[in-house]
């Protein structure tokens, strides 16, 4: 069974501008969430989505969104990026409420 | 609180040495424990699990100690091995009907021959 794929691994852009960053789970998974990893903060919650809807939310500015589709695919959206915002971004699929989460390989943001 | 990863501790241990790894979780009430391992340019990788109904769970060379009394985790690593050098991330659940883990800071594990 495939592991969770993120795509794309790496991203550089500017301040100002948006970003979408896509996340394939694990075949049968539903839950999806979202972690962003810095050498400063280490991993925080961003939002977590389960059958399309949005469950969960963490401690981040409304730049930040994500949405999930009908087939439990995910993307995150960054608007008007920060200097700040570079970091590993993770994605992570469930099967379920207190299941095992396996994390992809992440997408590095570098904003400059 | 949140996961706060401002000091990374390292444990340095020789090969064939068993390690131990030991993580404290903020909540209560949180209901399930994960172990994860990072190795640089990956993401996290699913170690060993255990609920809070249990006090220790063994897999294969990795075992997990539950204290939640003094809200203690622990992860112990047999016959430690040159491939075992990673980041070691304890995470705690919420629970609350949401997966919504809190991570620990993070401990570097050096295994040196």
């Known amino acids: 069974k495939a592991g969770v794929t993120q795509t794309p691994r790496y991203l550089i852009k500017t301040r100002g501008q948006q970003v979408t960053l896509s996340c394939s789970p694990i075949?049968?998974?539903?839950?999806v969430s979202w972690y962003q990893q810095t050498p400063g903060q280490g991993l925080q919650f961003l939002f977590e989505?389960?059958?399309?809807?949005?469950?969960n939310k963490g401690n981040f500015p409304g730049r930040f969104s994500g949405r999930q589709f009908s087939n439990s695919r995910s993307e995150m959206n960054v608007s008007t990026l920060e200097l700040g915002d570079s970091a590993l971004y993770l994605c992570?699929?469930?099967?379920?409420?207190?299941?095992?989460?396996?994390f992809g390989s992440g997408t590095q943001l570098s904003v400059l | 609180g949140e996961s706060v990863g401002l000091h990374l501790p390292t444990l340095s241990v020789q090969e064939g040495d068993n390690s131990i790894i030991n993580c404290a979780y903020s909540n209560s009430a949180s209901d399930y424990f994960i172990w994860y391992k990072q190795e640089s340019g990956k993401g996290p990788q699913f170690i060993i699990d255990?609920?809070?109904?249990?006090d220790k769970r063994q897999g294969q060379r990795v075992t997990v100690l539950l204290n939640k009394t003094v809200k203690h985790l622990s992860l112990q690593i047999a016959a430690t091995q040159p491939g075992d050098s990673a980041v070691y991330f304890c995470a705690e659940n919420l629970g609350g009907g949401y997966n919504k883990l809190i991570f620990g800071a993070g401990t570097r594990l050096a295994v040196h021959p």
């Open positions: 992570a699929s469930s099967s379920g409420v207190g299941e095992k989460l396996f």
């Open positions: 989505y389960f059958s399309e809807t949005q469950r």
């Open positions: 255990i609920r809070s109904n249990m």
């Open positions: 075949s049968g998974h539903r839950s």
